[in-house]
């Protein structure tokens, strides 16, 4: 080869290089360990006040323009349903972004457990997004922006709590389809979402994520025997600023009782440090190759003849075999 | 086209029709030099092309309607399993099974080793239809995919590792695009085109490899955004990327034994001397290396069970799945091979290519659909859905075969009358030395 192929690679490695480090700081922000916003806001579940009015999914559905349900809210059979052989309770959908769920413990009285986007303080979905569509706001929301959605739902691959919906029924304009803790219209504002505010038993409690760690705490210790001593989502995958108080333990309301601390981004951080590397190393790597072969080949009679086996004698031994 | 070649029609593989001294016109290389009666009368005698008809009569009335209706029409709109048969099969193998594209890239231009260079066109093109159909999978999966210029041009999602694939696989398309062209110039008589390519290709082999190391890798890391979703003998958090990327290399590799051996069977006659004569060798050879990925590929998948410490799943259900993928998809070939290459066996190490590519394409569905959401549920795609999968996989076989009939991939192309001696020179030199013989001639003509 002559030289101007090695120059234009050259030219074209640089291009591809460059190309990544731009893209390489933005990452090291993203990855770096984030502790979250520091007045941002959350909200509290208290399982234990949870009586299953779903008076909260009506309220989203009205403050979110969603469809009317099939059902009305005030219809309890819906926790009664099952899905898929049974194996499922219901779900977030792109016509319901939360919904409540009836858990039967043995020996019990019923629980109730409000499903919604739980908004990480590191979110899997923001993570997974090639087209940036989510942002993390500073109020704490994780809110998104369907005009760049291109339908791939690799976020909903990602989301831990299987929350993100897709807009199957859209032939045109699909996208994702989740909770955004009332962004637009009441969080930005400072008010609380629809569906804390309607709540009759003060159930959901909205404030500052750092207060409300404490208010939990406090409760789990003045009434030892009425929680385990949990807030899921405190510590859960990198914390979440949805949190739950359990007077079971979680796998009994449908958690995954040990999804680990770290947030989902950690552990694809070892893939994201490999490309820079490759992207560094392969180039010279591969041309030093091509080069050491080609040198090798000017040998090739010269090694037959005498019979060395040196270094790439096994090639040639192979080769000869095949003939 | 077999009965048509017994009675002496000789199919396009030169600039100039022999009987007239005439170039011959681009409607004759389309229809290979046969009268339009002739070409229409074979294609019918065919009988594949008449399953192909039936698939496509059921499949392309589904696309249309899946575009209409959206895809909560033609699947099950599952919100559980976002991903289904287009992605876990259409991206998910086709990507690792068109690996040999930059395999064989690297193995002839990179290592030198020419005596690959019969079925280096086959495997470049082997590995652009691959993904150029893998998008196509992927154009039908995206909700809105005419939003997919999106992440490269509008919002960039930089530390995404979908990012990544996006770049690399369309960076890398036209890479392939670029290397498997050669073969289209020569065809069109483009001699400009092909000098330009020839001048780049080392540059476009390494970038082909840069590209396919990160991007076969990154299909792995996107499982890692799922650690609780994917069974965890299917996952690694430390080597998914690494798992991927080496179990592609045999993937790749055996995908080019399988389809040169259908080609052998059903297309001799598009298949000059070099490409039929050498090919056992070539078979041997690529499963020389396929046994390396694979043996590689053994070892580390166990390693990420140790690494992980998930012995205990291995007495489960689950358990007895991966051991059943592990031994019929990469032991039963690794012993197959060891014993096709000890013996000089092609058609036994055809047989370790089949089960090679089942077992690279059930460890992509098992990670992508068959153990996601282990803790859930399991869930059967919808009809519609593997209905066109099947159909586009038609298209992909379809268009294959267009090309190959076509462009020289099989055959070395006749430019002119004295290059064309030049390959004449080579079978006839002692059977010994044909390899160097052959890489002088391929440097002549660089």
């Given at each position: 080869m002559s030289g101007i192929s090695r120059r234009k690679f050259l030219a074209a490695s640089v291009a591809a290089g460059a190309a990544t480090t731009l893209a390489g700081p933005k990452k090291a922000l993203a990855v770096?360990?984030?502790?979250?916003?520091?007045?941002?806001?959350?909200?509290?579940?208290?399982?234990?006040?949870?009586?299953?009015?779903?008076?909260?999914?009506?309220?989203?559905?009205?403050?979110q323009q969603l469809p009317d349900p099939n059902l009305p809210f005030d219809d309890m059979s819906v926790f009664d349903q099952t899905f898929h052989h049974g194996t499922q309770k219901r779900r977030t959908d792109e016509s319901a972004y939360t919904v409540v769920n009836r858990y039967k413990p043995e020996g019990r009285d019923p629980i109730y457990r409000k499903v919604q986007c739980n908004h990480c303080a590191e979110p899997a979905c923001l993570s997974s997004c090639f087209v940036n569509a989510y942002t993390k706001t500073k109020e704490g929301a994780v809110i998104y922006n369907g005009s760049v959605c291109v339908g791939c739902r690799n976020c909903m691959i990602a989301c831990p709590f299987n929350v993100p919906a897709y807009s199957y029924s859209s032939a045109f304009g699909p996208v994702i389809k989740k909770c955004i803790f009332c962004y637009d219209t009441r969080l930005k504002d400072g008010k609380p979402p629809a569906c804390v505010e309607i709540c009759p038993q003060e159930a959901l409690t909205f404030g500052k994520r750092k207060d409300l760690l404490?208010?939990?705490?406090?409760?789990?210790?003045?009434?030892?025997?009425?929680?385990?001593?949990?807030?899921?989502?405190?510590?859960?995958?990198?914390?979440?600023?949805?949190?739950?108080?359990?007077?079971?333990?979680?796998?009994?309301?449908?958690?995954?009782?040990?999804?680990?601390?770290?947030?989902?981004?950690?552990?694809?951080?070892?893939?994201l440090g490999v490309v820079p590397m490759v992207l560094a190393i392969w180039p010279a790597l591969f041309t030093g190759f091509h080069l050491l072969a080609k040198n090798q080949e000017g040998h090739d009679d010269h090694e037959h003849e005498t019979g060395h086996q040196q270094g790439s004698g096994q090639k040639h031994d192979d080769e000869g075999g095949q003939q | 086209?077999?009965?048509?070649?017994?009675?002496?029609?000789?199919?396009?593989?030169?600039?100039?029709?022999?009987?007239?001294?005439k170039r011959w016109s681009i409607m004759d290389k389309l229809l290979l030099g046969l009268s339009p009666g002739q070409y229409l009368g074979q294609a019918?005698?065919?009988?594949?092309?008449?399953?192909?008809?039936?698939?496509?009569?059921?499949?392309?009335?589904?696309?249309?309607?899946?575009?209409?209706?959206?895809?909560?029409?033609?699947?099950?709109?599952?919100?559980?399993?976002?991903?289904?048969?287009?992605?876990?099969?259409g991206l998910f193998c086709m990507v690792p099974l068109s690996a040999s594209g930059f395999m064989l890239g690297t193995t002839v231009e990179i290592f030198g080793r020419h005596d690959f260079h019969p079925i280096e066109r086959l495997a470049l093109l082997n590995g652009l239809l691959g993904y150029f159909f893998?998008?196509?999978?992927?154009?039908?999966?995206l909700g809105q995919p005419w939003r997919l210029p999106y992440p490269m041009f509008w919002s960039f999602g930089p530390a995404a590792v979908l990012f990544l694939v996006a770049w690399h696989v369309a960076t890398y398309l036209s890479v392939q695009i670029a290397e498997v062209s050669v073969a289209f110039f020569e065809w069109m008589d483009w001699l400009g085109g092909k000098r330009f390519i020839r001048r780049i290709t080392i540059g476009l082999t390494v970038s082909g490899i840069i590209l396919s190391t990160l991007h076969q890798g990154a299909l792995g890391a996107l499982f890692n955004y799922a650690p609780g979703k994917v069974h965890p003998l299917w996952y690694s958090a430390s080597f998914q990327w690494i798992h991927f990327f080496v179990s592609a290399i045999p993937a790749g590799l055996c995908m080019v034994i399988v389809v040169s051996?259908?080609?052998?069977?059903?297309?001799?006659?598009?298949?000059?001397?070099?490409f039929l004569d050498s090919l056992d060798r070539c078979t041997l050879g690529l499963a020389k290396g396929a046994s390396m990925g694979l043996i590689t590929y053994l070892v580390i998948k166990f390693i990420g069970v140790a690494h992980d410490n998930e012995w205990a799943y291995l007495a489960t259900g689950w358990g007895a799945w991966f051991l059943f993928e592990m031994a019929v998809g990469v032991l039963l070939p690794l012993v197959l091979f060891a014993y096709a290459i000890r013996h000089q066996l092609a058609s036994l190490a055809r047989w370790g290519a089949v089960f090679t590519v089942f077992g690279i394409v059930l460890n992509r569905l098992n990670t992508a659909l068959i153990t996601f959401n282990w803790k859930l549920y399991q869930e059967i795609p919808h009809i519609f859905e593997f209905i066109i999968a099947v159909t586009v996989f038609?298209?992909?076989?379809?268009?294959?075969?267009?090309?190959?009939?076509?462009?020289?991939?099989?055959?070395?192309?006749?430019e002119q009358p004295q290059e064309a001696l030049a390959p004449e020179a080579v079978k006839a030199a002692p059977i010994n030395t044909t390899p160097s013989a052959a890489n002088a001639v391929y440097r002549k003509i660089d």
């Open positions: 770096g360990s984030f502790s979250g916003y520091p007045d941002s806001m959350g909200v509290l579940v208290d399982l234990t006040r949870c009586i299953g009015c779903r008076s909260c999914e009506a309220a989203c559905n009205k403050e404490k208010i939990g705490h406090q409760r789990i210790q003045t009434h030892p025997g009425r929680y385990i001593d949990r807030i899921y989502g405190e510590k859960e995958l990198g914390g979440t600023h949805w949190m739950y108080l359990s007077p079971i333990p979680v796998e009994e309301v449908g958690f995954d009782p040990r999804p680990g601390n770290e947030p989902i981004i950690s552990h694809v951080k070892d893939f | 086209m077999k009965s048509l070649v017994e009675l002496g029609v000789k199919p396009v593989d030169s600039l100039i029709n022999e009987k007239n001294d019918l005698r065919n009988p594949f092309n008449w399953i192909l008809g039936i698939i496509f009569a059921i499949g392309l009335p589904l696309i249309v309607y899946r575009f209409i209706f959206g895809l909560g029409a033609v699947t099950h709109a599952s919100n559980d399993y976002p991903w289904g048969l287009f992605l876990g099969f893998a998008v196509i999978y992927l154009m039908i999966d051996t259908i080609i052998k069977k059903t297309m001799a006659w598009r298949c000059d001397d070099g038609a298209i992909y076989i379809t268009t294959y075969r267009f090309i190959l009939y076509r462009l020289p991939i099989l055959y070395s192309w006749k």
